[in-house]
């Protein structure tokens, strides 16, 4: 049987259904029964959701969490996250009252602007592009003035835009880099209106003109946005970060972000643990995290190393940790009104403009790295891995409320493995 179909897209929801089961699982009733079960019966809601994107065939649920207590510039939140992964909201929630009792979390942002550049190539001569372009200039920004009127209206549109010549990286490589301010919205439709209306201008005259032969490649925003920019810090004197060997503990902490800074494959990792925060909100805030990802990344090789987002430094006594990172967010526009939880998750935060949403953000990535960094310089990583690990294990294995109770006191002081878990809940059964 062919597993390949055409015309998949015109099915109706349950056709689709029966399609899969019978080309992928024999014709099994039990896949229809694994999707259906997370079909919303209330239908509004389902229909959203079917509507986000195409061939919808089920919903797929994350765990909706929230870690509160964080202050941040004065300010109280709880921060709504959305992950997969056991132990970030608990490392999340146990860093915030720690900060929160050692003057919060300071953060500020650096600057919102956005980039987005119209590809093309060019083989003729240099100056009489650099003329046809100071020339062209003026009209480039005319014809994007119907799409930049609302921007323009909430204090955003475009704030420049430069030819580049690139004939260095690439023969004939040229390209017109434009700079925006997308005030509270992401701005990525907005960006990419705007450089193919300046695309299509930029190209009219020269079929007739000095300038003859430019070939527009593509017009697209770029996903790294270096100059959107967001600082988040915590500082406290060194011997009030540990209840004891605060010198020794604090100075561990910093050679573990030097280490980062020294050796591409820790820094990943690290910045992976960051990312744990930041891709939290960015998914409860309806956010694009793929575009904060790449940005944040390509972030971290801006000195041609992959390096750390965060820095920590011992001055005279005082340890201080920041964190310096890229993110093009937006509290309006896109999913984030559209999406009920990410309404709710917007309204949680007080409806925050993008930049204080940057400011929260910025901070659930750098209390991520601090619980990652401290944890793994003093007890490691595994042993309070290893507690919310034991309690998904004994829910896999269908233990009863009084067996569970009994396995987590067994493995108080024990090593957690997945097979020490089984054998321990096999010989409770069978002594009972
Ligand atoms: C795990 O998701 C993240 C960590 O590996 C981060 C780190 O090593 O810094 C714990």
């Not at 080309?23 to 509004?44: A, M, P, R």
């Not at 503990?249 to 020294?262: D, G």
């Not at 011992?314 to 999406?339: D, M, Q, R, S, Y």
């Amino acid at each position: 049987m062919s597993k390949a179909v055409s015309g998949f897209s015109k099915l109706s929801k349950s056709e689709k259904i029966d399609w899969l089961s019978a080309t992928f699982f024999n014709n099994s009733d039990k896949i229809k029964k694994v999707l259906q079960q997370y079909w919303n019966s209330n239908e509004v809601l389902q229909n959203l959701h079917d509507d986000f994107i195409e061939n919808t065939i089920s919903n797929f649920y994350m765990p909706f969490a929230i870690a509160p207590n964080f202050v941040i510039n004065g300010k109280v939140y709880a921060i709504p996250m959305v992950i997969e992964e056991s132990s970030v909201v608990a490392a999340a929630s146990l860093v915030a009252k720690f900060w929160s009792t050692r003057g919060g979390f300071k953060a500020n942002v650096i600057s919102t602007t956005k980039i987005g550049q119209v590809h093309f190539m060019y083989k003729g001569d240099k100056q009489d592009l650099q003329n046809y372009f100071s020339l062209k200039k003026k009209e480039l920004f005319i014809a994007t003035a119907d799409i930049t009127k609302n921007m323009r209206k909430r204090g955003g549109g475009i704030l420049d835009i430069e030819l580049r010549d690139k004939t260095g990286n690439l023969a004939n490589y040229y390209q017109l880099h434009v700079t925006f301010e997308t005030a509270d919205s992401m701005g990525a439709n907005f960006i990419n209106s705007c450089l193919e209306a300046v695309a299509n201008e930029f190209k009219k005259d020269t079929l007739t003109g000095s300038v003859q032969d430019i070939q527009i490649v593509m017009s697209i925003l770029s996903n790294y946005v270096p100059e959107c920019l967001v600082r988040a810090e915590v500082s406290c004197k060194v011997e009030d970060l540990y209840a004891e060997n605060s010198k020794i503990l604090t100075e561990k902490f910093v050679q573990a972000i030097q280490i980062s800074n020294a050796e591409p494959h820790r820094a990943v990792t690290h910045n992976k643990g960051i990312m744990n925060g930041v891709d939290a909100v960015v998914l409860a805030t309806g956010n694009d995290f793929r575009a904060v990802e790449a940005g944040a990344h390509a972030y971290a090789s801006k000195t041609g190393t992959y390096k750390s987002l965060t820095n920590a430094t011992i001055e005279n006594g005082i340890f201080k940790f920041w964190i310096e990172i890229p993110l093009a967010l937006g509290t309006v526009g896109g999913l984030t009104k559209l999406h009920p939880l990410s309404k709710l998750s917007l309204e949680l935060l007080g409806n925050p403009s993008a930049k204080e949403l940057m400011e929260i953000i910025a901070v659930a990535g750098l209390a991520q790295n601090f619980a990652a960094l401290r944890a793994l310089t003093t007890t490691g990583i595994q042993k309070g891995h290893m507690k919310m690990h034991l309690t998904n294990i004994i829910k896999q294995l269908g233990a009863s409320k009084e067996e569970k109770v009994f396995l987590i006191d067994y493995f108080e002081h024990k090593t957690v493995t997945h097979n020490a878990v089984v054998e321990a809940y096999q010989k409770l059964v069978k002594d009972k």
